[in-house]
């Protein structure tokens, strides 16, 4: 009996000595900490709502709004459910996202590759715009695009005319589009669907080319048959109408794009592009010395030592920091509530005013962020995994 006694004293001793131990019970002691907070608060909350005679519940999603929205990609009427109001600040956000973080990418990229340029001029401008832009807030330049540059276009009587293409005035911009709906979600399939094809076939080409030194012929030919069928779907497939003037001011056909809109798109895109950037430049900068001079000494152009020995390998370095920054820009766009942009936040903050529900509408509002958030990286993270060596 005593030596048996002895046994299960000595093994809680090594279990209490074992680290592994003191991590899973850290974990456990750390989840039942946040439950009972959880629960303490929840409860709260429920107690006063109560008080005040409501209890916590979503019904009044089903109830009219009663407010119209200047802007929207769904069919939307005053006397629609708020629910319906909430999707079109949704979808009004989305289209900020989406062409926000298109454009961040390339005009982010240029900036950072920029700064290696041998070009004096276009390495300052590389510099000054990245040192400058980040330290203006943001909400201080979706002012200055809304009043000092759209504000200050002239009037529909006297707009102005970009080669016939495109008009701006101070309501807007009118750009060519699809004429249907149907044909512009085609076609931004068709877009993305490329890119992600073309990104793994470029990746293909590389590694092939790094590990061959020849090669790659076949992924080239593959991309220029894939750019070829994206380019033939965009211009013949999409039916594009191009704006035109009407005398005395204004424009029909097209796409109009408010000034609301661009100035909040305008504001996102410089401000973010700023860090991207950098992460880009830190990027490049992490590849050793070593892989430039290498490619040099084979008599490559400098181009060429960019784009398929340095850059393929930057990425391993820069895809994860820009998912933090595709993010901060899918949050930054409840800012374009300041200039009267009727997106997620907006709708959201008109909807809790009406309906004296604001921890309902803040739920709503939490969770739609959240999820967008775990999109982009779910996605990025499927990039990332991409571009990392893969050991044999």
Avoid at 228 to 235: F, K, Q
Avoid at 290 to 301: I, K
Wanted: charged content about 10%.
């Amino acid at each position: 009996m005593t030596h048996d006694s002895g046994s299960k004293s000595f093994n809680v001793k090594a279990m209490l000595r074992d680290e592994r131990f003191w991590k899973i019970a850290f974990q456990v002691i750390t989840l039942v900490v946040v439950v009972l907070l959880l629960s303490f608060f929840l409860g709260n909350l429920n107690r006063n709502l109560i008080q005040l005679g409501r209890a916590f519940g979503f019904s009044f999603l089903l109830n009219p709004a009663g407010f119209s929205i200047g802007e929207s990609l769904i069919q939307y009427r005053p006397n629609d459910p708020y629910w319906r109001a909430l999707m079109v600040g949704l979808g009004n956000t989305l289209t900020l996202v989406a062409a926000g973080i298109a454009l961040t990418t390339l005009l982010g990229t240029a900036a950072g590759v920029a700064s290696f340029s041998k070009n004096w001029l276009v390495h300052k401008l590389s510099r000054v715009y990245v040192g400058l832009v980040r330290n203006i807030p943001l909400l201080l330049q979706l002012f200055f695009w809304y009043f000092a540059i759209f504000g200050a276009l002239p009037n529909p009587a006297n707009q102005l005319d970009v080669l016939g293409l495109a008009f701006l005035n101070n309501r807007g911009v009118y750009i060519p589009w699809a004429s249907s709906a149907v044909l512009a979600v085609l076609g931004i399939a068709a877009t993305i669907g490329a890119a992600i094809a073309a990104f793994y076939l470029w990746q293909w080409r590389t590694k092939i080319r790094i590990e061959t030194g020849v090669g790659g012929q076949k992924q080239a030919i593959a991309l220029a048959a894939l750019g070829l069928v994206w380019l033939a779907i965009i211009v013949f497939g999409m039916n594009w109408t191009v704006p035109e003037g009407v005398e005395g001011g204004g424009v029909t056909g097209g796409l109009r794009l408010s000034r609301e809109y661009v100035a909040a798109l305008t504001a996102l895109v410089f401000y973010t592009s700023a860090f991207v950037a950098e992460i880009v430049r830190a990027g490049i900068q992490s590849v050793s010395k070593g892989q430039w001079e290498a490619a040099r000494s084979l008599g490559l152009h400098a181009g060429i030592v960019m784009r398929l020995v340095v850059f393929p390998q930057a990425l391993r370095v820069i895809i994860p920091p820009m998912n933090s920054e595709y993010m901060n820009l899918t949050k930054n766009t409840s800012l374009a509530f300041a200039i009267a942009f009727p997106e997620m936040y907006s709708v959201a903050t008109t909807t809790y005013n009406q309906t004296g529900r604001p921890v309902e509408v803040f739920v709503v509002l939490m969770a739609t962020y959240l999820i967008l958030c775990l999109l982009i990286t779910l996605v990025m993270n499927q990039f990332n995994r991409a571009v990392q060596f893969k050991e044999r």
